[in-house]
């Protein structure tokens, strides 16, 4: 790929594409994070960034992202307690993305109609559209989209292109390492990555373990590296029997996220990790490592 090329056909595309205002949902993967430079070098302040907290991100992230972007005038949405209620008694994954996703277009929807807008432009990639076209997974930024929107049009700049594509894109804008290397993170967020019922609980353990996982394995450059919470089994802490939290660990290496292997750790990583998930977290009593590659398993548990 040519990536200069590229980034000059994108902008022009968005330039011709859009001509009023429009809103970028911001979450700051790479993905959005290269599109949304794109689509602010072609319109300039008539883009709107946003940022919605969902309550669903990583340990200090929303913190974070607000800092990186703050040149795009980002706007922040606190909606954590909404897609809490969004998910209350919801077990199936494919319905969890479905509502994670419609609450995301909601909101974007509404910012969207505070400033004018009826124009979203989304950073979905090659990959993405391909598992959700096969049926394997409704990606929210495509597949789990309400089939009622209120936006006139959907542009896609990243659309043919492959992650690694991207992260060049992002270097070439000048994006920090930490956004144009970053791992990926699935659109649904810790949603996914809690088995069955999402509660505030359950995501304050997985966001705790997820942040042990990928400070640990940081070393061993995995192309995603995450924990999840899968139900409970008992074990003893402190001499009582519990009925804690399982908490799966999972780091894979893959090219493009279609196909991946369970990457062999050192032992002594594994045991790192174990100990330091049950020790800094109280409702944990157990800790796997998923060898599983993709497929049959998939990269995220649901
Ligand atoms: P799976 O779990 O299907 O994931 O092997 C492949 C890649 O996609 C990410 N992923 C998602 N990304 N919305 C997204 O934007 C989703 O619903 C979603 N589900 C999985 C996953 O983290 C991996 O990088």
Redesign the pocket.
Known sequence: MNVERFIEDAIAEIKRNIQGRAIIGLSG?V?SSVCAVLAHRALGERLVSVYVDSGLMRQSESERIEELFKDLGLVRVNAQERFLEALRGITDPEEK?MV??ETFIRIFEEEAGSIGSDCLIQGTIY??RI?SDGG???????G?LPSRMEFKSIVEPLRDLY?EDVRQVARALGLPAEISER??????GLA?RVAGEVTSDKLDVVRRANAIVEEELKEFNP??A?AALLGKATGVKEGDRIYGYVIAVRAVS?QD??T?EAMELPWKALRRISSRITGEIPAVCRVVYDLTP?PP??????
């Not at 394997?136 to 495509?142: D, E, F, L, R, S």
């Not at 398993?297 to 649901?302: P, V």
């Open positions: 993967g993905d993305r994670v996703g990959p993405d598992e394997i997974k409704a990606h929210h930024n495509v789990g992650k791992m990926p993170f699935p659109g649904p996914v192309w995603q995450l893959s996220a279609m991946a993709k398993g998939t990269i995220e548990f649901e």
